[in-house]
């Protein structure tokens, strides 16, 4: 398996609800990465895991909340969100966190009404 | 700190004609630089990275330290390689993370 996949493709939630996304890899890869992607703009870096144990986190509100139950699974956990946090959400792994190519999910899109 | 320019947000070219993707980076470092690609309805995708110095679907980028370019180009446009083409920049030191330009949709009519 040579894919980062990523569930659900869609999401849409109230601000009140608690959501999570879902990203799998059988790589063997022991870097993985969420990103924020809002519409025509460039992926933006909100967390990064490295050997499981959370390496970066880009001061991201803690209504966004990452786990990496294991090397390879990442989740993020989302409460209380606001509509502007509407976007798509990657997620990424690399072999390691280092000059290693990163591999892309195919994304979650997140509606917050 | 650093920062990825990608001056423009849209090049449109005719098949057949030269494509050149501008991409300038700041970074005090050694950088590693990356092109990636996003097709319609696809994932984001690596395209090249500069160490490995690869020509790609026709496309290369050569590293211009002196510039602080790093500018994707091919010959030769083909209607499929019509995507949002986004530059990234990876850091040496600390927690290295990749940095991406706002990147250029490049469309290729035929």
């Known amino acids: 398996d040579t894919e980062v996949t990523q569930t659900p493709k869609h999401l849409v939630m109230g601000m009140t609800n608690k959501k999570s996304l879902k990203c799998e890899q059988h790589?063997?890869?022991?870097?993985m990465y969420w990103y924020k992607q809002k519409a025509k703009k460039p992926p933006e870096l909100m967390f990064v895991?490295?050997?499981?144990?959370?390496?970066i986190n880009e001061s991201v509100p803690s209504r966004f909340s990452p786990e990496c139950p294991n090397s390879s699974l990442l989740n993020l956990h989302l409460h209380a969100l606001q509509p502007e946090d509407s976007a798509l959400y990657l997620c990424?792994?690399?072999?390691?966190?280092?000059?290693?190519?990163?591999?892309f999910g195919p994304g979650t899109r997140l509606t917050v009404l | 700190a650093q920062r990825v320019t990608q001056p423009e947000k849209l090049l449109s070219v005719f098949k057949g004609a030269p494509v050149e993707l501008k991409c300038n980076y700041s970074?005090?470092?050694?950088?590693?630089l990356f092109w990636y690609v996003q097709y319609s309805r696809q994932r984001l995708q690596l395209l090249l990275r500069?160490?490995s110095r690869e020509s790609i679907k026709g496309f290369t980028a050569d590293l211009n330290k002196g510039e602080t370019s790093f500018h994707l180009k091919k010959p030769f446009a083909q209607e499929e390689d019509s995507a949002m083409y986004y530059c990234?920049?990876?850091?040496?030191?600390?927690?290295?993370?990749?940095?991406f330009g706002t990147g250029t949709r490049l469309l290729v009519s035929p």
């Open positions: 990424a792994s690399s072999q390691s966190h280092s000059l290693d190519t990163q591999y």
């Open positions: 790589m063997g890869h022991r870097a």
């Open positions: 895991y490295s050997y499981e144990k959370l390496s």
């Open positions: 970074y005090s470092g050694s950088p590693e």
């Open positions: 500069h160490i």
């Open positions: 990234a920049l990876k850091t040496d030191t600390g927690f290295q993370k990749l940095v």
